[in-house]
């Protein structure tokens, strides 16, 4: 396991990087503009502590979360509901998420599976496949965002009042997600009962929010209890709600 996370690590380390190595099985970006390495990735991740699968998926975005330092990197990882019945219930899972999964699936023409991994809202993989995600994530940061999205915003008795500014693709509506960026369950049921789990970027909860017709504005969200910024984070993102393809995504700025 040690051997693995250090060679992922590695990997990602590399994928920052402008160019790779000339050894390297991926093809060079060719095109000016995607040449500067500007782009961004978002992994969403559909899970459950039901599923023995799924914490591998986990450990493999778990590493990239700690090597992405202030990289444009977003994980958000959705526990669903359709486990629920099978011995163990998730604590984090909701309906909401499952919705999303199946959204998506309609979106992509894709089956509805855990792990399951969608990046950037326009293809998907399975999440424990780490060749994929070394794959997706230099392709994806060689690219180059289409739109641009700022949030500012600050805390304040279990709200904040997040300030957004907004330019660029129409159709699109601005995601918010609360995020919890580690959790550690003990899992004592069903496919994973006796197993320690370690979760990253747990997503608390997201709602869609249509912009106003300058792309400048204010929206109140409510906190979860115990909301700190350091083990909490903001992230919105600007998706193609006709396509699902998502455009641009940041993490909130505190004021």
């Not at 009042?161 to 660029?168: H, K, N, V």
Request: proline fraction near 3%.
């Amino acid at each position: 396991m040690e051997k693995t996370k250090s060679i992922l690590a590695l990997a990602v380390s590399l994928l920052f990087m402008v160019t790779l190595s000339s050894g390297a099985a991926i093809k060079k970006p060719t095109d000016k503009r995607n040449a500067k390495g500007d782009g961004f990735v978002v992994l969403e991740l559909f899970t459950s502590e039901g599923c023995s699968s799924c914490p591998r998926a986990d450990e493999l975005l778990g590493n990239v979360q700690k090597q992405a330092g202030d990289k444009p990197i977003y994980i958000l990882a959705y526990h669903i509901d359709y486990w629920d019945h099978q011995g163990w219930r998730d604590v984090f899972s909701s309906p909401e998420h499952t919705k999303r999964q199946y959204w998506y699936a309609k979106k992509l023409n894709a089956q509805v599976y855990t792990p399951q991994v969608v990046v950037n809202g326009k293809t998907e993989f399975v999440g424990s496949d780490q060749a994929a995600l070394t794959n997706v994530l230099h392709n994806s940061l060689q690219g180059a965002p289409t739109s641009l999205l700022k949030l500012t915003g600050k805390p304040e008795a279990g709200k904040m009042t997040l300030t957004y500014e907004a330019s660029g693709n129409k159709n699109v509506n601005l995601t918010i997600a609360i995020v919890q960026k580690n959790a550690i369950r003990q899992i004592k049921r069903g496919e994973n009962g006796g197993r320690t789990l370690r979760h990253v970027q747990v997503v608390n909860r997201f709602n869609s929010i249509k912009l106003s017709n300058t792309g400048t504005g204010q929206v109140d969200i409510s906190l979860p209890n115990g909301f700190t910024a350091g083990e909490w984070e903001v992230i919105g993102l600007l998706q193609d709600y006709k396509t699902g393809e998502i455009h641009a995504a940041t993490r909130m700025n505190g004021k």
